[in-house]
Each structure stands twice: as C-alpha cells, then as structure tokens.
C-alpha cells in the first residue's frame, strides 16, 4: 500500500495532505514540508500487546512536584518558572537568534549550580572554548558546569545516565539528531524525535530538561512552536534590536502562572536583572510630547508603567499607512474606527505609527485607552500633563471597561511620581491612596477630560 504525504508547517507544527504555499494555520509562507506519516498499519502479530498499568487517583502518594522546585536565586528567572526549577521538567526557551538563550542559560547554569543542582550544558552550536569564552566574559569561569558540545542525542543521553546530573540544558534542539531518522537536523520530524526523547527521558530519570528553540522566519529549519505540546513550560525571550531590554516571557507553564515576565538588560558581561521595570522603560523620556502617554499595565503578577507613542501625520499615498511595533495591528485599527464611528474623529488620510517605548509587546486590552490617548494627542499634536497614567478598555460602543487589579496600577503609578490617573467608571482606589483619579464612562466622556485637564 502507497503511504500517502503528509505536509508540516516547520513554524507552527501543524499537518497537512496537501502542499501549498502558505500555512492557513500560523499564515507563514512557504513553511510546508514533507514529513514522514507515522505508520498506520496493523499493529503486528509477533509483538503482541499487555495492557497498561493503571492507579486509582486516590491512591497515587507521590509528593506533589511543584513543592520540591529549586530557586536558581536569579529572581526574574524564578518568577517566570513559578518559582524555581521543577524537577522531572521539561522547558522549552525560545526565541531569535542572537537574542541571549545561550547567556541566559550559561548565567542559569551557574546560579542552579551554586544552589546545588549540578548541570549539564549541552552545547550543538559552540565549541567548549567558545562557551569558555562567554563563561569569561560573564564572570562565571568557575562555575561547577559540565560542558558538552555534542549533538548526537544517543551519546548525549549515555553521557547523562552516566554522570546523572539534575539539569540538562540542550543548546539547541534544532542542531540535535538520532541515527534513526534520515532527515537532517533541525528538520520537523528530527526535532520533533528529539524533543520527545529528551522530555521522555526527563520523566524516566527524574531528570529537569531545558531545550532552546530558535525562533526561525524562513521556514527553513523548524521553529519551536513544533514542540510546545511536548513540554511542561513554554518561556520566550524577547526583545527588541538596539535595544537593551529583554523580556522572558511564559507562554505555557503547567506549575506556574502562564503570564509572567522577567526583564533583563543585556550589557557588556551577560545579563542583569531588572528589579524596577518601570523606571527602566520610562527612564528615556524626559518631558512629555505630543503623542506620548503613559499606560499602567500588569504583567503577569505585576504593575509596569510604559509609554505608548503615537505619530500622527498626513498620508501621501491614497491607502494611509498604520504601523504598530509592540501592540496588535487589529486592536489599533478598531479603535481608530471607533474613534471615527462614535466620537466623530477621523484619521482618513493620515499615516498612523504607533510604538510602545522600551521594546515591550503588550497584550492587555485596558492598554486601549492609553492607545485612543496617544492617538489623540498625537492628532490633535497637544501633549498630556506630565504626571498622567491611563488605563481602561474600550468596547466596540465606546464604553470604557474597568480593568483588574487597579489598585496594584495605582500604586505603582503613585511609587513612580504619577499622581493623576485617568481609568474607567468602576476602578476604584483605596482611599489610603494619594492620588487624582478621574473616572471616565465612555470615550466622548474621556476626550472631554483630557481637554479639561490642559
Ligand atoms: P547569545 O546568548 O549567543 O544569543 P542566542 O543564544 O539567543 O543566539 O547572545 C548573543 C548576543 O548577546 C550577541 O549579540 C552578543 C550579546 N552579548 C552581550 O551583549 N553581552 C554579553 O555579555 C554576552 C555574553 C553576549
Ligand atoms: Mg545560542
């Protein structure tokens, strides 16, 4: 019998029987790949089967995991894994190239050994100097870390049984293989073996596995989204080109809130944290202009101040230009509609940019209000008062929303100099707090008290 094709997006991971030209699952272009379809024959006669062991719930006395999880001390990178390193975990780190999983994972290394669980650093993509070299240049060139550069993943697991360490790092899982497929490595079905290996063998020997994963644009190799299901936590790290911040962010954790961010700033010997995020992403701006205004948001378990910025200028070409670095492009241009449907403000004809300052990608919709603030601003080319924060979201009616949390936001607005706080009817304050809050009902209501405020 002919096996028939199965097609696999190397970006997002998800299966097709036909090829094209574009995934309709992720929409990347020309990520589609051959991959080998698992056999879907009879099972065969000689080997048999047994059934499988099964346990009442009530009577599994297995110590909950997540209670026996290590703090590597590194506090960013804690909060972000819930707490500190499970054991018997899988963690996928994602992320571009060049962007810091290699540094991040050395300085980790370190921190985990110090606190008593040894390591091993597999290494795919460096020679042992070259990681000796970025020991150095991080400080860390006495670190107690076993080091392997190897990506045969027979001999990499051999290695582990032998020396039994609590924490395997694999760097990377696209550089890895097993002789039993004959794709080359990075490719789907070989990432995908390897991964599944690996997570196996860290439930098998109690084990902790972190993989990196190269976020890859082309296509080309397989990004890590083809292996996010196998692991316990998904982390990316990103970060924005030119710019110091790098942000760890939970996409999944089956131990810990899946929201959380830790922030570092990349300098000249590795990665520090950033206790104070806030100060950090304001830290640039120095008076208040037009098209600037400041949105108290929650990041996972915490309050971060950050300015949205929005330019505002008449288009040259017949379709105006809308461009968005670090908020949603939909988002923007339903509150551009919006703005145009209920308060009558029109922004046909020009060019809208819209940039959240410091390289953080927002995902909160109370941040919809600070957006509609900016906008106008920038519009109208007036700025806001100085020591203002904004939040809310804003409904397809132009009704303003209360967003969660608005006394953990009107803390940190008033710890960072903001005294003045627009935000929804219904956000309230505790009373101990000093600070001007200015409720708002819907959009009309708030473009009046912006203009009442200068
Ligand atoms: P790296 O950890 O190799 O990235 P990845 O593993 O995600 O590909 O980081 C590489 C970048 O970080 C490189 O551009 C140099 C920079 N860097 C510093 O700025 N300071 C440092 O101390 C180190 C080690 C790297
Ligand atoms: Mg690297």
């Not at 056999?39 to 499988?52: N, R, W, Y």
Request: glycine content about 8%.
């Amino acid at each position: 019998m002919a096996k028939s094709k199965i097609y696999i997006c190397s970006a997002c991971g998800a299966s097709f029987s036909k090829w094209a030209g574009h995934c309709s699952n992720c929409g990347a272009w020309n990520t589609l790949i051959e991959d080998q379809p698992l056999s879907v024959g009879p099972p065969s006669q000689s080997l048999g089967s047994k059934p499988g062991k099964q346990i009442l719930l009530s009577e599994i006395t297995a110590d909950d995991e997540t209670s026996k999880r290590t703090p590597s001390g590194l506090v960013e990178l804690d909060r972000v894994l819930g707490g500190g390193l499970v054991p018997a975990s899988a963690t996928l780190v994602g992320g571009d190239p060049g962007i810091g999983k290699s540094t991040l994972l050395l300085q980790a290394a370190a921190h985990f050994d110090a606190v008593g669980i040894k390591t091993l650093y597999v290494s795919g993509e460096e020679a042992i100097t070259q990681i000796q070299m970025r020991a150095q240049r991080l400080n860390l060139k006495d670190a107690c870390i076993q080091l392997a550069a190897e990506t045969n993943l027979r001999d990499i697991l051999t290695t582990a049984k032998m020396e039994r360490p609590d924490l395997i790092i694999i760097d990377s899982i696209q550089t890895m293989w097993v002789d039993s497929i004959d794709s080359a490595p990075g490719s789907v079905s070989q990432v995908r073996t390897t991964a599944h290996h690996l997570t196996n063998y860290a439930k098998q020997q109690r084990t902790s596995v972190v993989l990196v994963g190269h976020v890859t644009k082309e296509g080309q190799i397989a990004g890590p989204r083809v292996i996010e299901h196998m692991v316990d936590t998904v982390l990316y790290f990103e970060g924005e080109r030119g710019h110091q911040f790098r942000i760890l962010r939970a996409v999944k954790n089956r131990f810990g809130p899946s929201d959380e961010i830790g922030v570092f700033e990349m300098t000249g010997h590795g990665l520090e944290e950033v206790v104070n995020p806030s100060a950090l992403f304001l830290s640039e701006r120095e008076t208040t202009s037009p098209g600037s205004a400041i949105f108290a948001g929650i990041e996972g378990s915490r309050p971060i101040l950050v300015e949205i910025q929005a330019l505002v200028a008449p288009s040259p070409h017949g379709q105006p230009r809308r461009a968005v670095v670090g908020w949603d492009s939909s988002r923007l241009a339903m509150i551009l509609a919006v703005l145009e449907a209920r308060c009558g403000i029109a922004f046909a004809g020009l060019d809208v940019y819209l940039n959240v300052a410091g390289g953080l990608k927002i995902t909160e919709p109370a941040a919809d209000l600070a957006v509609a603030a900016a906008l106008l601003s920038a519009r109208e080319d007036k700025a806001l008062p100085i020591n203002m924060v904004i939040f809310g979201e804003i409904s397809l009616s132009s009704a303003l929303r209360p967003a969660p949390q608005t006394q953990n936001r009107l803390k940190e607005a008033l710890k960072l100099g903001f005294s003045n706080v627009v935000a929804p009817t219904g956000s309230t304050a505790g009373s101990n707090l000093n600070i001007n809050l200015t409720h708002c009902s819907d959009l009309t209501d708030f473009i009046r008290t912006l203009l009442t405020h200068d």
